[in-house]
């Protein structure tokens, strides 16, 4: 029988993607580690939506016109980009919950501190693939109406928001938690 040297506590946070709880949890560390099985739930329903649009694109791959390739890119990258941001939740688990189990404060303290690069990384992956998702379905929308601009108007205008909001969070967050 094969032996492996993985220790007990990183098997039981990577065991945390195959199990479904979600207990109401009064706890930071409970909460988070909650947080990250049902973040890890959904990446697997987005996995086998997007084998499956992988498959319908690559064998319809001669019938496509350029909206579906852009869509196809984009579908790919968004996969790509929410790989690494449940790869980075996993990592920062790792870290907070085994490595730095010790530190002072604890994992809750590890986790709360916001100018670790882990933080960082996985909050911008996360901002843009939300940026990148908005603006794939306006361009959607600008597909199917004909492309005519006025359904697009107000969605744009929004999209133009929301995307200066986590720029402008993120410089207010750098100025207030990093000094």
């Known amino acids: 029988m094969p032996t492996h ?7 039981y946070l990577v065991s945390l ?11 930071f560390a409970i909460a988070y580690a909650d947080n990250f099985t049902g973040q890890a739930l959904v ?34 990258l968004m996969f790509v980009l929410a790989t690494l941001h449940v790869s980075a939740n996993c990592h920062r688990m790792i870290e907070a919950y085994v490595i730095n189990r010790d530190a ?10 916001l100018s670790r690069w882990s933080y960082v990384f996985k909050d911008t992956l996360f901002v ?16 199917i109406w004909g492309r005519d601009w006025r359904p697009i108007a107000i969605p744009c205008a929004l999209f133009i928001v929301s995307t200066g909001k986590p720029l402008a969070k993120r410089r207010r967050t750098r100025l207030t938690a990093f000094q």
């Open 43 to 76: 990446y697997g329903f987005f996995l086998c939506i997007f084998c499956g649009s992988l498959y319908v694109n690559l064998s319809l791959r001669k019938n496509q016109d350029t909206h579906s390739r852009v869509m196809f890119y984009t579908i790919v």
């Open 17 to 27: 993607w195959l199990e479904v709880c979600t207990p109401i949890a009064s706890d």
């Open 104 to 113: 002072p404060g604890g994992p809750v303290v590890w986790m709360g501190m």
């Open 5 to 11: 040297d993985v220790p007990a506590d990183i098997a």
């Open 128 to 143: 843009s693939m939300e940026i990148l998702g908005d603006a794939a379905a306006i361009y959607r929308t600008f597909v």
